[in-house]
């Protein structure tokens, strides 16, 4: 299993929460006005604000003040359940992709 660390930066421009604790990152419209084009960083996975059993987690995400995320393979989540709520540093221009569920209505 593979370790991520979380880099904080000064110029994240979005806040989620995560048992209770605030943490940042890059929304979409930062990431894509930093970076002209998709090759000059790279997504290294995804992952949730929740905990989620599954078989797929390929590492973690150490957030400290000892919260960790599971982390998995990109695309693992479909996106018609999920959307991107941001981008996590974990390195120099590489990122993991932080997404929520999307609320359905039937």
């Not at 995804?46 to 590492?59: F, N, V, Y």
């Not at 995320?69 to 695309?75: A, I, R, S, Y």
């Amino acid at each position: 299993m593979t370790q991520y660390q979380y880099v904080f930066k000064n110029d994240y421009d979005k806040s989620f929460h995560v048992k209770d604790r605030e943490f940042f990152c890059y929304s979409k419209k930062r990431i894509k006005s930093m970076y002209f084009d998709k090759d000059d960083y790279k997504v290294l996975g995804e992952t949730l604000k929740k905990p989620k059993d599954s078989p797929d987690i390929k590492g973690t995400l150490d957030m400290g003040h000892h919260t960790t995320l599971d982390v998995f393979e990109k695309h693992t989540h479909k996106r018609r359940f999920y959307k991107r709520e941001g981008y996590i540093c974990v390195g120099q221009n590489k990122y993991i992709v932080l997404l929520r569920k999307r609320v359905l209505f039937w």
